[in-house]
């Protein structure tokens, strides 16, 4: 204090007067200012955003992925069917590898395999109005369903079931004719033998009263008995008919099992055949034809003329899809943090094609997590796009197909303020 008295001493009165007793005002507004600087500083903090975001690599495409086709072998391109950047319809051959069947003849067969009815009681192919077919790789099978189509039309026209079911009837019914006739001279024979009893009694009679010989007695008594035996022979004849009406019947219905066993084993060999030659034809056109899976347009990428080389693995067609319904970002999100992203959170999707600090940014939404990583460890993510491709910048971006970029998930949309108070937190949580 006395220090300070010392140093006044040295100014004149106004300026002791200024120094030992400073305007309120200064105070007043000097702390309203500050009051005001903080304020500004929190509002800030409150407005601005910072929110956490995970980075990853992303695809634009759409809904209906344009198709890739690679050669599956190494050989010469023999045909070429379309042209670069032509329309092309779903199904449409653009090229044919070279190999040893004829182009021409494995379409045509495969024209009438992909018309066949397959019924579980009946077959026809149309063999007899084939011409003679080059088949390559492909012979094998179809000899093989050839000789079992064979087989079965001739067991089926050769009608020998029909032959012996006609026997076995025609059989059956002598066998049952012959016993109603052995039946009626049963009945005869048993009136026969029914008078011959009593003619013995009556002479059996006259006998005990010696109107008879014995002689004329026994002739009776043998008459008798040889009636009797016949009409037991007949008993015999009968059983032995109705046995063979048995064994016929059982023949009958063993021939018919037996021909349907084995025209369902001809008729199941003839559709195992036909499978094989359906999956061989298949596998003729992985091999060798390139095939248009969807509409669009093609585009030639490593091929340019017939009896060009390439190789197996060779990135040879595109086909970009003529319509698709929406536009989707396929991205892979790294495990790390994975955890914190959730369907419906909005993502920021950079294209390198178009810098996003000229072109602004796509927007988009996750739509669908897969459950478990891929083999390089990556969480593969749809995110749904606009209907038209504008920017946040009000760009309208033209669509190319697999255009590349980064993708920005927005996992926590927090503020500023709200990150600061979260420090805090965290120190003293610790």
């Known amino acids: 204090m006395e220090a ?44 601005i955003k910072y929110p956490d975001i995970i980075s990853a690599q992303a695809i634009v495409t ?18 070429l069917f379309v042209e670069n950047y032509q329309e092309v319809k779903e199904g449409t ?21 992909d018309t066949l009815k397959v019924s579980s009681s009946n077959f026809y192919f149309p063999l ?8 390559g790789t492909i012979e094998t099978e179809f000899s093989l369903f050839e000789n079992s189509y064979v087989q079965y039309i001739l067991n089926k026209e050769s009608q020998s079931f029909v032959n012996n079911d006609l026997t076995n009837n025609y059989a059956l019914l002598q066998l049952k004719y012959r016993l109603q006739i052995l039946n009626n001279q049963k009945d005869l024979h048993k009136e026969e033998l029914l008078f011959k009893q009593k003619d013995l009694g009556r002479s059996e009679t006259l006998f005990n009263k010696g ?15 040889q009636s009797e035996r016949s009409y037991k022979n007949m008993n015999v004849n009968i059983s032995q008919i109705k046995e063979n009406i048995s064994n016929t019947s059982n023949l009958k219905k063993q021939t018919s099992i037996k021909n349907t066993r084995e025209e369902i084993n001809l008729l199941k060999n003839v559709i195992q055949s036909l499978d094989q030659l359906k999956r061989a034809v298949k596998e003729w056109e992985l091999r060798y034809l390139f095939t248009s899976n969807i509409a669009g347009k093609v585009s030639f990428m490593k091929i340019w003329n017939t009896n060009q080389i390439i190789n197996s693995e060779d990135f040879v067609f595109t086909i970009i899809p003529k319509d698709h319904s929406s536009y989707v970002c396929k991205v892979q999100a790294p495990a790390l943090n994975s955890g914190e992203i959730k369907i419906g959170q909005h993502v920021n999707v950079k294209l390198n094609n178009y810098p996003n600090n000229e072109y602004g940014v796509l927007k988009g939404r996750v739509k ?15 995110v749904t796009l606009p209907e038209t491709l504008v920017t946040t910048y009000n ?34 949580e610790q």
């Open 368 to 382: 669908n997590i897969s459950l478990v990583p891929n083999a390089e460890g990556l969480y593969l993510l749809d």
């Open 62 to 79: 759409t809904e209906i992925p344009p198709q890739k086709e690679y050669a599956r072998v190494t050989g010469k391109i023999k045909s």
């Open 93 to 113: 051959h653009l090229a044919l590898i070279e190999n040893t069947a004829n182009y021409k003849d494995v379409i045509y067969l495969k024209s009438i395999l």
């Open 128 to 135: 007899d109005s084939l011409p003679m077919l080059f088949l």
């Open 4 to 47: 300070l008295n010392q140093e006044l001493n040295i100014y004149s009165e106004e300026v002791k007067d200024v120094l030992s007793t400073p305007p309120r005002a200064l105070f007043r507004w000097g702390n309203t200012i500050l009051l005001i600087f903080i304020v500004i500083i929190l509002f800030l903090s409150w407005l």
């Open 395 to 428: 760009v309208d971006i033209e669509f190319k197909q697999e255009m590349s970029g980064i993708a920005e998930i927005i996992t926590e949309d927090l503020r500023l303020i709200e990150r600061v108070f979260y420090q805090f937190k965290d120190v003293f």
């Open 211 to 225: 109107i008879i010989s014995a002689q004329e007695f026994e002739n009776k008594k043998l008459e008798y008995l």
